[in-house]
Antibody, heavy 119, light 110 residues
Framework: QVQLVQSGAEVQKPGASVKVSCKASGYTFTSHHIHWVRQAPGQGLEWMGFIFSSGGTSYAQTFQGRLTVTRDTSTSTVYLELSSLTSEDTADYYC?????????????WGQGTTVTVSS | QSALTQPPSASGSPGQSVTISCTGTSSDVGGYNYVSWYQQHPGKAPKLVIYEVTKRPSGVPDRFSGSKSGNTASLTVSGLQAEDEADYFCSSFAVRNSWVFGGGTKLTVL
């Protein structure tokens, strides 16, 4: 079945960077975009950006300059790297597969990775 | 891109219908027919229940329906059941190839 499996929880200090992985299986990896969405404790969802099926990227203006999304097609894995962390980056980070067909929706989600930023 | 506006809470009794609104601008909700709705139970990842304003993924009950008028989209849950109690988030495609989510609505089944 289609699955996205994310790396484990992270604890980072302010000013550091974090890299979260998302391994896809059960479908043709290069046929779907992959999005990153985060959710701070008790808060709503926040779209961060995505990597196109072609490999290009688009990021939310909020994260321009400190967010990088990459992928390794040989392992069907997408990576999110967020730099210059502050306490406001403490959140659950989800990768999610774009449904495709121009629907601009996501139909499969990873299990989430908790990132805690604390000194 | 500012978050879409949703009411923080909604409620209804079993069997009733509830409608949740999602208000944006002409740069997102009003400009594109790409509004989606997601259901999230506590401690779980979100689940897609409506896409492209009105369409339901396979496996989602037809008690869930979506609509849009101008800059406001709506999700209606008919025949409320206990398992419908969850947080609901709308999202929309927006200008400059971006996405935006709503702040979420907590649906309580009384």
């Amino acid at each position: 079945q289609v699955q996205l499996v994310q790396s484990g929880a992270e604890v980072q200090k302010p000013g550091a960077s974090v890299k979260v992985s998302c391994k896809a299986s059960g479908y043709t990896f290069t046929s779907h975009h992959i999005h990153w969405v985060r959710q701070a404790p008790g808060q709503g969802l926040e779209w961060m950006g995505f990597i196109f099926s072609s490999g290009g990227t688009s990021y939310a203006q909020t994260f321009q300059g400190r967010l990088t999304v990459t992928r390794d097609t040989s392992t069907s894995t997408v990576y999110l790297e967020l730099s210059s962390l502050t306490s406001e980056d403490t959140a659950d980070y989800y990768c999610a597969r774009d449904r495709g067909g121009g629907s601009y929706s996501v139909d499969v989600w990873g299990q989430g990775t908790t990132v805690t930023v604390s000194s | 891109q500012s978050a879409l506006t949703q009411p923080p809470s909604a409620s209804g009794s079993p069997g009733q219908s509830v409608t949740i609104s999602c208000t944006g601008t002409s740069s997102d909700v009003g400009g594109y027919n790409y509004v989606s709705w997601y259901q999230q139970h506590p401690g779980k990842a979100p689940k897609l229940v409506i896409y492209e304003v009105t369409k339901r993924p396979s496996g989602v009950p037809d008690r869930f329906s979506g609509s849009k008028s101008g800059n406001t989209a709506s999700l209606t849950v008919s025949g409320l059941q206990a398992e419908d109690e969850a947080d609901y988030f709308c999202s929309s495609f927006a200008v400059r190839n971006s996405w935006v989510f709503g702040g979420g609505t907590k649906l309580t089944v009384l």
